[in-house]
């Protein structure tokens, strides 16, 4: 190990470029890497593909001390850490599948100040031993990636996270970095708060993956759809085989990733599955056949894509509906690292809500936990049948504002709508008349039966069969209602307050009741009988 380089003090530019080869820091990464070396905090919200591992490497190399790095994904430490020592760098890593023999290695080249950077599973982290350890050395910097992960109320809470507050008080003196690639404004405080950063300095990137094509569809003939997509896109690659372009398939269940791989396979199309019950070395064979092989489509559940450093994935496909835009992001955000256009697509149909309504219904927590998911679910569909620039949509979900992009399918194949006004004022009257006369609120769920002349027991019991909204849009169906339900929440026409998601009029709802707001809704959504190709599921 002695015969490493040793980078401590050197100048940030020089250290990129011997270590990494980079000619120069892109974006914020210069103004990161000063604030860390300065001794600052930082909290790092960059997309996919962004940059952000040389924004904690480099501060390591730098500082005096290892850095310690914290990351849930302990598959790809081993790989992280093998790139890192080809360029000459020391690292290594402590977690749940070394041998003694390894760690107490690992441990004492910590101890011996011989390591620059250190990766750390944080459930390792959180014992005592691991703890202790760490204090016996020196930190130059500790790192928490994948820090919307502390987020309780987020889309991927890992309790082990929450313990990582303590680091501030341990560590004092060490500059400490949240740096995620999927962050809401809510999930940013939260990250700065459990993680005790009041002081970090914020650097947020723009969400948008210009380079990324939006396509969302109802599903039909999910497989056909599917066939036909990867059809288009290998048509726009060219027709030459040999660069036949490589993707991803998300599937949510074991067995539909099996039987999609099959059918894939049947048409000619190099599909391989993935998914955490095969085999450790079918897994491991079908993941490097991926990263080695031109045009391989994976077909997999979420457990796979996590940190995988494949630069030319060319197109993401959704054949079931994920179950939060953080999560739709994250995912497709693993097309096109190399900035090259990459489209991604997805098809979705009323099966798909029904189910994921029951598993949140059934889910172990309380009522609290399941709004949230219902929430997530909610913003998930809204995206789906927006009648604006998906790009818009979601990256307005991430508090950043946008123009329309003119690179998704609504901007540059505008969706058939109808006119939502009177169904818009029959709800919004119906909440204004419920508030003014009775002091009452109420989640979509109700409001909806009695806009449809429900004979509830709550009805009855309330008396809101008396009201003179009961029963004025029996000519939507109850899905109906919920689309446009989302539809108006997605437009802000509508809010939702509080735990139990009862809706609200906002600013813009008073100028829909005077009817002088146009309120154009999606057609192709679910459930609609007049929908464009239908979504019988
Ligand atoms: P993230 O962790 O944000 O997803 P990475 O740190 O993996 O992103 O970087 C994404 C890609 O960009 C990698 O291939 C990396 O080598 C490259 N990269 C990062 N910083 C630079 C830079 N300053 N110059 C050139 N390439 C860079
Ligand atoms: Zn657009």
Not at 437 to 445: K, L, N, T
């Amino acid at each position: 190990a002695t015969a490493r380089r040793d980078f401590t003090g050197r100048d940030p530019r020089e250290v990129l470029h011997e270590v990494y080869g980079y000619d120069r820091f892109r974006a914020d990464q210069a103004d990161i890497v000063a604030q860390v070396i300065g001794g600052g905090d930082a909290v790092v919200l960059m997309p996919t593909g962004g940059g952000k591992s040389v924004t904690y490497q480099v501060p390591a190399l730098v500082r005096p001390g290892t850095g310690l790095v914290v990351s849930p994904l302990i598959a790809l430490m081993h790989d992280q850490v093998e790139a890192l020592i080809a360029n000459g760098v020391r690292a290594a890593f402590l977690n749940s599948t070394q041998g003694a023999d390894e760690r107490r290695a690992t441990e004492q080249a910590y101890l011996a100040g011989e390591l620059d950077l250190l990766y750390v599973a944080p459930e390792r982290l959180n014992t005592a031993s691991a703890l202790s350890l760490l204090q016996r050395g020196k930190l130059s910097v500790i790192a928490i990636d994948e820090a919307h992960c502390v987020s309780q109320w987020g889309h991927d809470f890992r309790p082990d996270y929450l313990a990582l507050g303590d680091l501030a008080e341990r560590f004092p003196g060490v500059p400490r970095m949240a740096l995620t690639a999927t962050a809401t404004p809510a999930t940013a405080r939260e990250i700065v708060e459990r993680l005790q950063l009041p002081d970090a300095r914020r650097f947020v990137a723009s969400f948008d993956r210009p380079n990324i094509q939006y396509r969302i569809e109802p599903k039909v003939d999910q497989r056909r759809q599917l066939v036909s997509f990867i059809r288009s896109v290998q048509q726009t690659e060219g027709a030459d085989a040999s660069s036949a372009p490589a993707g991803i398939v998300y599937a949510l269940s074991r067995k539909s990733v099996e039987q999609t791989a099959d059918y894939l396979r049947g048409q000619g199309i190099d599909a391989l599955p993935y998914h955490a019950g095969l085999p450790t070395d079918v897994r491991a064979t079908n993941q490097s056949r991926f990263l080695r092989d031109d045009g391989v489509v994976m077909v997999a559940t979420i457990a796979f894509g996590m940190g995988i450093d494949k630069p030319d994935v060319r197109f993401v496909a959704h054949i079931d509906l994920p179950k939060s835009v953080e999560g739709y992001y994250q995912e497709t955000g693993r097309a096109g690292r190399d900035g090259e256009p990459s489209v991604v697509w997805m098809a979705y149909g009323l099966g798909d809500v029904v189910q994921q309504r029951r598993m949140i219904d059934q889910s172990p927590g309380d009522r609290t936990y399941k709004m949230r998911l219902g929430q997530h679910l909610d913003a998930m569909l809204a995206l789906c049948e927006t009648v604006a620039c998906r790009r818009q949509n979601l990256l307005d979900y991430f508090g950043e504002a946008s123009e329309p992009c003119g690179n998704c399918d609504t901007c540059l194949q505008p969706p058939e709508t109808w006119d939502g006004l009177v169904a818009a004022q029959k709800l919004l009257s119906t909440i204004v008349r419920l508030q003014r006369e009775r002091g009452q609120a109420f989640g979509a769920g109700h409001l909806i039966d009695i806009l449809r002349g429900a004979k509830t027991e709550r009805i009855t019991q309330q008396g809101h069969d008396k009201l003179a909204t009961y029963g004025i849009g029996a000519d939507l169906s109850d899905q109906d209602w919920r689309s446009v339900v989302r539809q108006l929440l997605a437009r802000q026409i509508l809010v939702a307050q509080g735990d139990y998601g009862t809706l609200a009029l906002s600013e813009a709802s008073g100028g829909v009741l005077r009817g002088e707001a146009p309120v154009p809704l999606r057609r192709d959504v679910l459930g609609r009988s007049g929908a464009s190709g239908g979504s019988r599921v």
